[in-house]
Each structure stands twice: as structure tokens, then as C-alpha cells.
């Protein structure tokens, strides 16, 4: 016998943490290739495993298995950044929480601690086509994790059964 629609949506929960780690995954997935893709296309300086330029030597992270493990870097950090960021604005709607948050962590990143461990240049030395194209890259990169998680959790309408109303 089948279900009826009402009990195939009548008490839906999604699982968070396994969201978070899934959005988090292909934020960094996604958003890593293509900050490798800028970097190729000569759009930035900064490397795609800008995340471990201080703790790697540049010769490997400019090899493939350190663009490999600078992308899988970053799939991580942004698993951990999707996490912080279902605790701390997961209750927001809409795309400006995302926008500001991606604000956020590229002036941690390229204003604060990523000169001081050596992660990026300074930011007078950085130059404006870097500054400018991972200024952008962290926009989208926060915005794709913030509407993602703001539609999963603040979207009812999607889980009303389609003959409801």
C-alpha cells in the first residue's frame, strides 16, 4: 500500500551535521576548482593551497598533488566554516548573511592573519587583480554557503505536499 502525501512530508527533519559536512564539502569543492582555475588564468596571485603556504614548501604547492592537497585543504576549512556558520547564522534567511560572512573571512584571511603566517602577501603587495578576484571568490564562496543552508532550513514551502492548498 502506499503512503499518501501528507505522511511523506509530515514530520521531515534534515539531518544538520550531515548537511553541513555535504554543503561544506562541495563549497570547498566547487569554489577550490575555481580559485585553481583564476590562479591558472593568471586572475590572482594567490595560490589554491594559500591555506598551507606557510607550513608546505611553494615547489610542491605549485605541483599537482599540492594543488590536489591545497583543494582538499580547502574543502575542509570550508567543512569547518559551514559548521561555524550554521551555529552562528544558520538562523538568518536570505543571501546577505552568506555575503557577509564570505566579507568576513577573506578580511580574516587577507587582512589579518594570512600576512602574519605567511598564508597570503601583504596587502599592498598583493595587487589589485588578486585583491580583487579572491575579494569576489569569498563572496560567492560565503553566499553559496549561507542561501544553501538558508533555503534547506527556512524553506517550508518546499516541504508542503504538492496538492496542499
Known sequence: MAKS?????????????????NTGFFAGLI???????LYALNFTKVLPGFLLDSFMRRSFLLSYWGIAVGIGTFIIFSI???????LTLGQYRGPWPGLFYGLFWWAVIFLGIGPFWGMVLPFNKLGWDS??????L??????FIGYTIAFEFHDEASREPANAG
Do not use: K, P, V
Open 5 to 21: 502525501n501528507d505522511s511523506l512530508y509530515h514530520g521531515h527533519q534534515t539531518n544538520r551535521w550531515l548537511y553541513g559536512l
Open 31 to 37: 569554489w577550490g576548482l575555481f580559485h585553481w582555475l
Open 80 to 86: 569547518l566554516a559551514t559548521y561555524l556558520y550554521m
Open 131 to 136: 585583491i580583487t578576484t579572491e575579494f569576489c
Open 138 to 143: 569569498f563572496l560567492i564562496w560565503g553566499l
